[in-house]
């Protein structure tokens, strides 16, 4: 089992912030970036490690900056960018022919790692190895062999070595493979193949049922794929059943949905089959709303100068009064 989590850490805005001010010469230092540490005491800023651009290192102390400076900078290195997290399950854990329910039990764990108190409910499904469509899955030819494609050994369609590894498919009893997350989904992407019908191996042999595959968010068709007909738009023309001596005529199809953002959050997942078999795999879901971006660094730099402004004016005015 892989979990990979991806985290914005608000150190994150606190560089950005600091990139900003210097290469906009606010504070007049060329091509610098403020360290990530900051001390502030009696209304002024100490800074040390400002890393100049041509590599030299020059420890730099910020004099007599008024309290409204040490206020500005408080106010835009405090922003920072909701942390966000992702859940990759790519079910390589599973055992080939592994259950529904054994399929359920390593999604949990997974989103368990996120959320002590999150909770999938899986249908449908079931785990493979080697499926290959009955020998009319397509794929490269080396001599006189042809090697099938399929999301056991591929990723993002890209062919792998080292032996196959597992993806789901939905059960010979059902035609949709069904996911129930108890914590709202904001985005998803996954690879997914529509196998060949061994049993009805061409176009015409069942009218009125071309080979698909569905995406649905909530009920909602996010979108269907039709299988192709194998040599067609540069796929490869050739399977084991079919040899290299003729082309293979069961439509199929393998590839990736992409990434699928959701801005209100969704809480079920289904992948439709057509009436035969399909596959996901490297299933990637995004548990939280996507953060607000940045502001320009236009925008900073204004609220900065006039914030600096004011400073001098400020300092301008005590000197008259005091002198």
Not at 277 to 300: A, H, K, M, T
Request: with cysteine; charged share 15%; net charge positive.
């Amino acid at each position: 089992m892989r979990v990979t989590v991806g985290t914005v850490k608000p150190l994150l805005a606190r560089r950005m912030l600091s990139k900003y001010i210097c290469e906009s010469r606010i504070l007049s230092f060329h091509r610098c970036r403020i360290s990530e540490r900051a001390h502030f005491k009696d209304g002024r800023m100490k800074s040390t490690g400002w890393n100049v651009g041509d590599g030299r290192r020059a420890a730099v102390v910020m004099k007599r900056f008024g309290g409204a400076v040490a206020v500005m900078l408080t106010v835009l290195l405090g922003l920072s960018v909701p942390s966000a997290h992702a859940v990759l399950f790519d079910f390589n854990a599973l055992a080939d022919g592994a259950s529904n329910a054994a399929v359920q039990a390593y999604m949990q764990g997974a989103l368990t790692s996120q959320h002590s108190s999150g909770v999938v409910t899986v249908s449908g499904s079931a785990a493979e190895r080697d499926y290959t469509g009955d020998n009319h899955v397509v794929g490269p030819v080396s001599g006189r062999q042809v090697t099938p494609l399929t999301l056991g050994n591929t990723n993002g369609g890209t062919f792998h070595s080292g032996g196959f590894e597992s993806y789901l498919i939905n059960r010979t009893d059902s035609t949709t493979i069904s996911m129930l997350f108890s914590v709202p989904i904001y985005t998803a992407s996954f690879d997914y193949e529509i196998f060949p019908d061994g049993t009805c191996p061409t176009p015409g042999c069942n009218p009125g049922s071309w080979p698909d595959f569905t995406f649905k968010a909530d009920n909602v068709v996010e979108f269907r794929t039709l299988g192709v007909i194998p040599g067609a738009g540069g796929t490869y023309p050739h399977s084991p059943a079919s040899g290299i001596g003729s082309t293979e005529a069961a439509p199929q199809f393998l590839g990736e949905s992409g990434t699928w953002n959701f801005p209100n959050g969704v809480t079920k997942l289904e992948f439709v089959d057509w009436p035969r078999r399909i596959g996901i795999d490297n299933l990637y879901v995004g548990d939280n709303r996507q953060p607000d971006p940045l502001p320009e660094p236009s925008s900073f730099v204004l609220l900065a100068s006039g914030l600096l402004g004011a400073w001098g004016a400020l300092g301008i005015s005590r000197r008259r009064r005091n002198g």
